[in-house]
């Protein structure tokens, strides 16, 4: 073997061995970039701080909502300050805005958040084919429960009182709220009519007729309560019963 020759297979053998470990680092490398664990357990591990820091983030943004309604209830949308919002919440100010752009958005979250599921609620209690009036107690169990007797009806008292000055939170909860509580009304009501249970279609056209008896238990309760407290139960039940009963075979 000549000197030539000895040199050549050297660096053939020299190859090669670059080519397997070059190989090696782009396994290892395409089982990090798919996922894989570079060691045991640590995927598991990461997977595990990622799921706190969300439930943490989670739990902040609860926090926040939960105080901005008790701010917003006690000053006025106008007058509640953000700094206060984040005393109340136990947070930085400069937190807030990592969730909510402005005082507007944290008030619009806040009626999607708390007022959605109730809205979602309804809708689910006026799709079923039961018989009028026991779709109606459903509704009426469904508003005393999770509205009224919660801090959910401060929504409603803050929309209209403020509403009036501030037309983009009235618009807010029309859109987010009223439209599709009117509309899963009028469908049931349209239903009720062709099962023979309305006698003509006078509250079709005007459902806001079903939801008066819960605003007018809002504005009392609100200001009148501690003066003559209202059954809003039996109130609701009296309503419907007038509402239903005068040539009406519900």
Known sequence: M???SVILQAMKQAVRKRSKRAAVARRVAGSFAAGSPAGPGQSSVAAGRGDARSTRAAARREAILDAALDEF???????????????????????????FADKEMLFQELI???????????????????PLRVIVEQAVDVFVREVFGTHRKQIIRLVISEGPRFPAIA????????????????????????????????????????AAPAV??????????????????????????????????A
Do not use: C, N
């Open 2 to 4: 000549t000197d030539q």
């Open 73 to 99: 209830s006690a000053q006025g949308f106008a007058a509640a300050r953000l700094d206060d919002i984040a005393t109340r919440a136990r947070v930085a100010k400069g937190t807030i805005y990592l969730y």
């Open 112 to 130: 999607r958040a708390r007022m959605g599921p109730v809205v979602g609620d309804l809708e689910a209690v006026f799709a079923t084919e039961l």
């Open 171 to 210: 618009e807010f909860y029309y859109r987010e709220v009223l439209t599709r509580a009117l509309g899963a009304v009028r469908a049931f009501l349209r239903r009720a009519q062709e099962r023979g249970e309305l006698a003509d279609d006078t509250i079709v056209r005007f459902p806001q007729l079903i």
């Open 216 to 249: 007018i238990a809002i504005i009392w309760s609100g200001l009148f309560e501690k003066f003559e407290p209202l059954d809003i139960r039996a109130m609701m039940r009296a309503h419907f019963k007038a509402l239903f009963a005068p040539g009406r075979p």
